[in-house]
């Protein structure tokens, strides 16, 4: 069989189109007398990795003309401490949305800190109540990376009804979601895992393959079906490089669409946050 001609998805550009419509619909809200929408940033500790994200945030919040503020703890900072600035920020009429950043110290759980953020203003979309709504499939504030996924093949005609989509990981952040968000558009879903017999013959049935599992290059070219759509979600580190899940030079010409580990998916998060928080703004406020 001859080659398939890959379109290999640019996340960076993707972003950029969709900052330009979140920044059009900010400046008619101003325009109109109302306050811009405001996101919340919360940095526990010195963590460099995470100091860099939250300056990524702030720039990207500043460009569509959304304000942003971050508030610092320090790392000795108990999960007493945390939960009252999230108690603070959730009564602040002026915070429209709330990102705790990750990883938080020990001794402080994420997940308590995450249940204890208002749902209508959890624009990382985790707290159990928009967990639900996703699950019913009610309007709701949904995780970032799984709706950047959704609109990547929204964007690139990526037909979902009846497709076959396939789904290499069950976490709460990607896996779980983004099989919900491909169920409720009518694609049949298989949610696979470490104890999944025959991994890559229920890959090769897949129309939409989504790779979240963290394992570095592990869809190899003879899992993938010819034309297929393929999302790869993975970062990993190998010999001082950042890889995917999938085997992306491999998958050049298998694929129908592919994304790639750098320049994805990652920055269609980030465009993710500013819309969830949009979207918070407009329902609290009732733009």
């Known amino acids: 069989m001859a080659p398939l001609e890959t379109v290999v998805v640019d996340g960076k550009s993707l972003s950029q189109e969709i900052r330009g419509e979140l920044a059009e619909e900010i400046r008619k809200l101003v325009e109109a007398g109302r306050r811009p929408p405001c996101l919340a940033v919360v940095l526990v500790g010195d963590n460099a990795a995470s100091a860099s994200y939250i300056k990524g945030k702030r720039r990207a919040c500043a460009r569509i003309g959304m304000e942003s503020v971050e508030r610092d703890l320090p790392g000795s900072a108990s999960e007493a401490d945390v939960l009252a600035l999230v108690d603070e920020l959730n009564r602040d009429d002026g915070v429209d949305g709330i990102l705790v950043q990750l990883p938080l110290p020990a001794g402080v759980s994420a997940a308590r800190v995450a249940f204890a953020i208002d749902p209508a203003k959890d624009v990382d979309g985790l707290h159990p109540v928009n967990a639900g709504r996703l699950l019913q499939g009610v309007p709701g504030l949904y995780a970032c990376t799984p709706c ?3 609109e990547v093949l929204d964007r690139h005609g990526v037909e979902l009804e009846g497709a076959r989509a396939v789904v290499l990981g069950r976490s ?9 968000l491909l169920l409720h558009r009518h694609a049949t879903v298989t949610v696979c895992h470490s104890r999944t017999r ?3 013959a229920v890959c ?10 963290g394992r570095p290059r592990l869809v190899q070219p003879d899992w993938v079906k010819p034309g297929a759509a393929v999302i790869d979600v993975g970062v990993n580190e190998v010999d001082g490089k950042l890889v995917g899940d999938v085997d992306f030079d491999g998958l050049l010409g298998v694929a129908g669409l592919l994304t790639p580990s750098r320049g994805g998916i990652g920055p269609m998060t980030i465009s993710m946050l500013l819309r969830n928080t949009l979207q918070a703004y407009r329902e609290r406020s009732g733009a």
């Open 198 to 200: 025959d991994l890559p």
């Open 148 to 150: 950047g996924i959704l």
């Open 172 to 180: 709460e952040i990607v896996g779980k979601p983004v099989s919900l």
């Open 204 to 213: 090769r049935e897949a129309d939409v393959l989504v790779a979240a599992v």
